[in-house]
T-cell receptor
C-alpha cells in the first residue's frame, strides 16, 4: 500500500491564485520530501522537511508538517502557468522494519494553472 | 552539468526479448535506484543500490535484475519481458542515504512490451 496519499488528485486554478496540496502518510518518518514532475519528464526535488520541523519555505513554496496527524501540505503562492505539473510527496520508510534507505512516493496531485 | 542519464528514452519490443536500460550518473553518488511509474499507482521502487556491489530489492522486483559494478552505472535488466512490464521507468541517484538527501532523477524510459 502507498505510504503517501496526495489530495486532491487533480487541481485546476487560475494564474496568480494559491495552490494547496496535501499528503497523508501511515507510519513514522524521519523526513518528508516534495517533488514536481513536468509532463514526460523526471521528478525534480522541491523541498525536504525533517520530522522535527513544522514549516519550511523555499521561494514561493511553503511546506508544513504535522507529525501528530501524519500529514503535510505544499502551498504554492502566486501560481504561474509554468507551475503546471504533478506534485508528489515522498517519505522515508522508517517504521517499515526500521529501514531508512527507501523512499516511498504517493500517487501525486496533478496541478493545472490556467493563464 | 550534474545529471542522471537513461537510455533508451523509448523502446517498443516483444515478449521474451531480453533488454537492458542503462543508467549513468556523474555526481559520484553512492545511492541509486530504479522506479516504475504506472497510472494510479505512483512511483514504485524496483531495486536500489547503496554502493558498488550492494543491491537490494524494492517493492516490485519480480521480473527485473540489476547490477552495480561501477559507482556511476546502474543498469536495469529485463531477462524475459512481459506485457505487464510496460511502464515508464525512472533511474534516480542521491548521495548517501536517500532518507535525508534529494533524489536526482533521469528523464525516464518509456517501455512498451507487445
Amino acid at each position: 500500500s502507498q505510504q503517501g496519499e496526495e489530495d486532491p488528485q487533480a487541481l485546476s486554478i487560475q494564474e496568480g491564485e494559491n495552490a494547496t496540496m496535501n499528503c497523508s502518510y501511515k507510519t513514522s518518518i524521519n523526513n518528508l520530501q516534495w517533488y514536481r514532475q513536468n509532463s514526460g519528464r523526471g521528478l525534480v526535488h522541491l523541498i525536504l522537511i525533517r520530522s522535527n520541523e513544522r514549516e519550511k519555505h523555499s521561494g514561493r513554496l511553503r511546506v508544513t508538517l504535522d507529525t501528530s496527524k501524519k500529514s503535510s501540505s505544499l502551498l504554492i503562492t502566486a501560481s504561474r502557468a509554468a507551475d503546471t505539473a504533478s506534485y508528489f510527496c515522498a517519505t522515508d520508510a522508517r517504521g517499515y522494519g526500521g529501514a531508512t534507505n527507501k523512499l516511498i512516493f504517493g500517487t501525486g496531485t496533478l496541478l493545472a494553472v490556467q493563464p | 552539468e550534474a545529471q542522471v542519464t537513461q537510455n533508451p528514452r523509448y523502446l517498443i519490443t516483444v515478449t521474451g526479448k531480453k533488454l537492458t536500460v542503462t543508467c549513468s550518473q556523474n555526481m559520484n553518488h553512492e545511492y541509486m535506484s530504479w522506479y516504475r511509474q504506472d497510472p494510479g499507482l505512483g512511483l514504485r521502487q524496483i531495486y536500489y543500490s547503496m554502493n558498488v556491489e550492494v543491491t537490494d530489492k524494492g517493492d516490485v522486483p519480480e521480473g527485473y535484475k540489476v547490477s552495480r559494478k561501477e559507482k556511476r552505472n546502474f543498469p536495469l535488466i529485463l531477462e524475459s519481458p512481459s506485457p505487464n512490464q510496460t511502464s515508464l521507468y525512472f533511474c534516480a541517484s542521491s548521495s548517501r542515504t536517500v532518507s535525508n538527501q534529494p533524489q536526482h532523477f533521469g528523464d525516464g524510459t518509456r517501455l512498451s512490451i507487445l
